[in-house]
């Protein structure tokens, strides 16, 4: 307590646990799978949030982690695109279309020194937003093989490729099989997209029609 002011003393400062984190000793790394897992994890379950955490939050997109080590303990700072919620999710994951998407700084820290284990220890808005069109952007949570990057390739998306009522053509990954609800209604339309798409005249061969 600090020296009496006017006879009364001067109540010490206290610390907002919502307040912004300063980056003094903090290290950006790389994103990988291993710390989406962690930050979803974390952010899911109400026991993982400090007890004077009111709020929780759910995750679209990582778009930075910062790192350091206090006394052995590790902590991340995820930069995230995400939500303010009252309860967790069930998953970690927002639905983008259900709540109003911010840029948060959340600080995730291990519960003991080498646990697996880690909590919620602070969230807080970035002080830089994006637009709503960067924000509703494809997120970057999906884990893509044993290592390396969690963002997104678009290229690696499924895509359908609609060619009449009723029929799909699968993407060029999987068997070249064209799946009908009925007869294939018209067959020039199908004619002049295998002309387009080289790899389903294999298919259309198969079935003795024209190309």
């Known amino acids: 307590m600090s020296k009496p002011n006017n006879g009364q003393p001067t109540p010490a400062p206290t610390r907002d646990p919502n307040a912004p984190v300063y980056s003094a000793g903090w290290s950006s790394i790389e994103i990988t799978n291993e ?20 709020t929780r939050v759910c ?21 995230v695109d995400g939500c303010e919620l009252s309860d967790v999710t069930s998953n970690g994951r927002c639905d983008p279309y259900s709540c109003r998407l911010y840029t948060y700084e959340v600080k995730v820290s291990q ?17 830089t937003q994006k637009s709503l069109a960067e924000l509703m952007r494809m997120g970057n949570l999906d884990i893509t093989g044993d290592s390396g990057s969690g963002e997104s390739d678009p290229q690696s998306q499924p895509a359908l490729f609609l060619l009449s009522e009723g029929m799909e053509l699968p993407p060029p990954d999987v068997p070249r099989r064209i799946h009908t609800s009925a007869s294939i209604p018209n067959l020039a339309l199908l004619a002049l997209v295998a002309t387009m798409y080289p790899p389903l005249k294999t298919t259309i061969a198969s079935l003795d029609l024209p190309v």
Do not use: C, H, P
């Open 111 to 127: 519960k003991t020194v080498g646990s697996d284990a880690y909590v919620v220890q602070s969230i807080f808005k970035s002080l």
């Open 59 to 79: 995750l679209n997109r990582i778009n930075g982690i910062k790192a350091r080590t206090v006394n052995d303990v590790d902590s991340y700072l995820y930069n």
């Open 35 to 54: 710390l989406i897992r962690r930050a979803l994890t974390s952010v899911r379950y109400a026991a993982n949030y400090e007890k004077y955490m009111k």
